[in-house]
């Protein structure tokens, strides 16, 4: 009997123990668990991080090689530092790591920890090399501005217009979403791009603007940068009786600025703001969909691949758009991180067609040749003259840029109806409810309807997101049990057991 109670306490014991632990990670901000048993490993003499396998001249990306090749002596050039730990470890790594570069005179800019583990800045040129040869780094990436957003013609007096979103708001039947009920309330749009101007009436609801959150990874840049992010905005939410948006009644926009006034971006800035999405839903409770209207055509580049990876990190949380890209009509022209997908996820690929439903002959089309699954596009969307807000009023713009926010807007409308709804969720409804009849490499599986998309949202629920309270709670439970076992001795003789 005192073998059974002695048993039966250690297992109480372990489970308390167990439980805050769990309960700790999950309330700490990332990084702090990693930082003390990074510090307790050291102690003990144990070995942390992963190494790398990779020569130095293997871990040089091509595109950095070029810049090497090209730089002047003691020219310092941009760079991306991809560690080989995963980014929960990231703070921890980066920590150990930091003061070894100094070595190599390096020049820290930024660091990313959430949808990937990176370090950028600037190194003298013939530095490189010496400092690929640390073990904790994985690759070393060319930071120089190979992104842009992914607009056609620039918006011009003399383009020809529609008159209005209300033709593309019909032709995806966002209306009648609307009398559903349905208009993106409770719902906050993640817009990583040129910045949106805040001031602009039709962004703007009852005096105070829909941009409730706006941080910039420009250098330089705290306000908008160019024309481009204001109208993706407007698509998405235009307050204008003229020009409404997709989804008028969203909670507000979360502006994160990573491109510049020629509409270009490196990696480092378009990291560090899908690093700080990351970082705000997870941090910050609510509902959430992010429209990226960029990319790049470097599609076979490291660094088109780090941007995949940390894109996919993003929509394992939530969903995420992003453009087809503008290299279209050839086939395989799909940008990255368009082309994202990992363990039968993907990110929602958007294609661009005229107000008659047909393909835009700038839109990219498929199949994209990186990861698993190949057939993108998967949706399309009205993305030819569309009529939107830029800062100085309204103007048309073409390109799948314009089409991307019709969809991010619809997610909008469908969770609005249901909050719970996962990336994978989006993607599938999305799909089975397009007016293709089927899939093809130019516009995916069709034209996306809202109405039916929000009818059949209510019905689904492929993946749902559990929230992390959840797991909190579950924790204490398992302390809870843990303290019962412990004290079941005493509860026997008092009778309670």
């Not at 006034?261 to 560090?272: E, Q, T």
Request: some cysteine.
């Amino acid at each position: 009997m005192r073998m059974r109670i002695q048993t039966v306490q250690i297992i109480g014991l372990l489970l308390i123990a167990t439980g805050f632990i769990a309960f700790i990670y999950l309330s700490l901000p990332q990084g702090n668990i990693e930082v003390i048993g990074y510090n307790l490993q050291q102690a003990f003499g144990l070995q942390t991080f992963p190494l790398s396998s990779a020569t130095p001249e293997q871990k040089i990306s091509p595109l950095l090689q070029q810049a090497i090749s090209r730089a002047l002596p003691g020219e310092r050039i941009p760079v991306v530092i991809v560690l080989t730990a995963p980014k929960q470890m990231a703070v921890a790594q980066q920590q150990a790591l930091l003061p070894r570069l100094q070595a190599y005179q390096f020049q820290l800019v930024s660091q990313t920890i959430y949808v990937a583990n990176t370090m950028a800045g600037y190194v003298p040129a013939d530095k490189v090399e010496d400092m690929a040869s640390e073990e904790y780094i994985e690759k070393i990436l060319y930071d120089g501005k190979i992104f842009r957003v992914s607009w056609d013609w620039p918006w011009s007096g003399n383009k020809v217009r529609v008159s209005n979103l209300q033709q593309s708001i019909q032709q995806i039947g966002a209306d009648k979403a609307w009398q559903l009920g349905y208009t993106g309330q409770g719902v906050k749009v993640i817009i990583i791009d040129s910045g949106i101007a805040n001031n602009h009436p039709a962004l703007q609801r009852n005096g105070k603007s829909l941009v409730i959150y706006e941080e910039s990874f420009v250098p330089g840049a705290s306000d908008y940068t160019h024309w481009h992010g204001t109208h993706v905005a407007g698509i998405i939410a235009s307050q204008d009786a003229t020009y409404k948006g997709v989804a008028p009644g969203i909670e507000g926009f979360i502006d994160l600025i990573a491109f510049d006034s020629d509409g270009s971006a490196s990696p480092s800035w378009l990291l560090k703001a899908l690093d700080e999405a990351y970082r705000i839903v997870t941090s910050q409770p609510g509902t959430y969909v992010s429209s990226n209207s960029w990319g790049t055509d470097f599609v076979d580049a490291p660094e088109a691949e780090e941007m995949r990876m940390a894109a996919m990190n993003l929509a394992d949380k939530i969903p995420v758009v992003f453009a087809a890209g503008n290299t279209g009509p050839g086939t395989s022209t799909i940008w990255a991180p368009g082309d994202a997908d990992r363990n039968g996820n993907e990110v929602i690929t958007v294609a661009a067609v005229d107000t008659s439903g047909n393909i835009a002959t700038f839109s990219s089309r498929g199949p994209d040749t990186a990861g698993e699954e190949h057939n993108e596009p998967d949706v399309a969307a009205p993305g030819v003259n569309i009529m939107s807000t830029v800062p100085t009023g309204f103007e048309a713009a073409s390109g799948t840029s314009m089409a991307t926010p019709h969809v991010a807007g619809v997610i909008a409308l469908m969770l609005s109806k249901n909050p719970s709804l996962s990336n994978r969720d989006c993607l599938r409804v999305l799909e089975q409810t397009a007016s293709g009849g089927g899939f093809n490499y130019a516009t995916g599986y069709g034209i996306v309807q809202a109405d039916e998309a929000v009818q059949a949202a209510s019905q689904t629920f492929i993946t749902p997101t559990v929230p992390e309270w959840v797991y909190q709670a579950i924790s204490i439970a398992i302390i809870l049990v843990g303290i019962v076992l412990v004290l079941k001795p005493k509860l026997e003789v008092m009778g309670i057991w």
